[in-house]
């Protein structure tokens, strides 16, 4: 299988999977008083943070999120992203945007994620010696499909860009480890 085939393959089972989960979750939905709760309590505040400083390097990352439970199996939420990341004398890069979350629980254990982020990369790079001054800034999209365990409000995992391109991406890979965490 090329590449196109693969991902084709990913956007594929995601659309299934969120078509198949959203429907049973709404089967599933019972209208009790339970059910008429407030709209905050619902709601999960979470996210990450990144700090990476090196000899010459530093890596600052600020990624807050919130998600809404819709039920037990199902949430959805946003999350924003801000980056700086700089190598002395040779380039200083920011990054920021925001992203499309949706979390499926199966089983209490196991939680599925597919992640839609859009960030907009704006990198400088130094002048030396065999190449003058520039700036590259573009859009990049990534779409993650991921799956962990699930213990409490943290959830170890792995996820995936089905859009990676060697070329443009943020990232050096297309698969990264992950903990998440709401509260």
């Not at 499909?145 to 391109?165: E, H, K, M, P, Q």
């Amino acid at each position: 299988m090329n590449k196109n085939q693969i991902s084709n393959v990913f956007k594929s089972f995601f659309v299934i999977l969120t078509l198949l989960y959203s429907g049973y979750s709404m089967a599933q939905e019972n209208y009790t008083e339970e059910n008429t709760t407030n709209f905050w309590d619902k709601v999960q505040f979470g996210g990450g943070l990144g700090l990476g400083i090196g000899s010459g390097y530093t890596d600052i990352s600020v990624m807050p999120s919130a998600i809404y439970n819709v039920n037990q199996i199902v949430a959805v939420g946003v999350g924003l992203q801000f980056g700086y990341l700089a190598s002395k004398n040779y380039y200083n890069s920011y990054v920021y945007g925001g992203s499309l979350i949706t979390l499926v629980n199966p089983i209490p254990e196991i939680q599925l994620s597919a992640e839609l982020e859009q960030v907009r990369v704006d990198t400088r790079y130094e002048s030396n010696i065999n190449r003058p001054a520039f700036s590259d800034n573009y859009w990049n999209t990534a779409l993650y499909l991921g799956a962990g365990y699930r213990t409490g409000n943290v959830t170890i995992g792995g996820r995936f860009d089905v859009l990676f391109n060697d070329e443009r991406s943020l990232y050096g890979s297309a698969f990264m480890p992950f903990v998440r965490v709401y509260f």
